[in-house]
Nanobody, 124 residues
Framework: QVELVESGGGLVQAGGSLRLSCTLS????????MGWFRQAPGKEREFVSI????????FYADSVKGRFTISRDDAKNTVYLQMNSLKPEDTAVYYC?????????????????WGQGTQVTVSS
C-alpha cells in the first residue's frame, strides 16, 4: 500500500519559517521525483516545487523562488520543503506527490500518488 504522509504545517507569523516533511512508504523512494503543491481556499491546486530522483535538479514556482528550498533524503524516504520569509499569501494546504515521469512535471496530472496535505497558515 502506497502512502505519502506530510507533516510540519502550522500557524506562523509573516516573515517566519516552517519546514514541511513528506515520507513515502510502499514504493521505492529513489524511483520517484518528488513535488510539492498547494491549494488555498477557493483556488486551484498550484505547483510549488519539484526535485528530481537524483536530487540534482530542482524547480520552483516564481512565487516561492528564493524563499523555499526543496530537498530529499533517500535514506529516510523523505522529501522536505523549507519555507522561509513566509507571507500571508502562502497560506494553503500543502500536498506532496511523487512522479515517475522523467519530465519533472509542474502539472498535477503528472503525479502518481498524493499525500493528504498539511495546513500552513501565515498570519499578517
Amino acid at each position: 500500500q502506497v502512502e505519502l504522509v506530510e507533516s510540519g504545517g502550522g500557524l506562523v507569523q509573516a516573515g517566519g519559517s516552517l519546514r514541511l516533511s513528506c515520507t513515502l512508504s510502499g514504493r521505492t523512494f529513489s524511483y520517484y521525483a518528488m513535488g510539492w503543491f498547494r491549494q488555498a481556499p477557493g483556488k486551484e491546486r498550484e505547483f510549488v516545487s519539484i526535485i528530481s530522483r537524483s536530487g540534482d535538479y530542482t524547480f520552483y514556482a516564481d512565487s516561492v523562488k528564493g524563499r523555499f528550498t526543496i530537498s530529499r533524503d533517500d535514506a529516510k524516504n523523505t522529501v522536505y520543503l523549507q519555507m522561509n520569509s513566509l507571507k500571508p499569501e502562502d497560506t494553503a494546504v500543502y500536498y506532496c506527490a511523487c512522479s515517475q515521469s522523467h519530465s519533472l512535471p509542474e502539472w498535477s496530472g503528472g503525479y502518481d500518488y498524493w499525500g493528504q496535505g498539511t495546513q500552513v497558515t501565515v498570519s499578517s
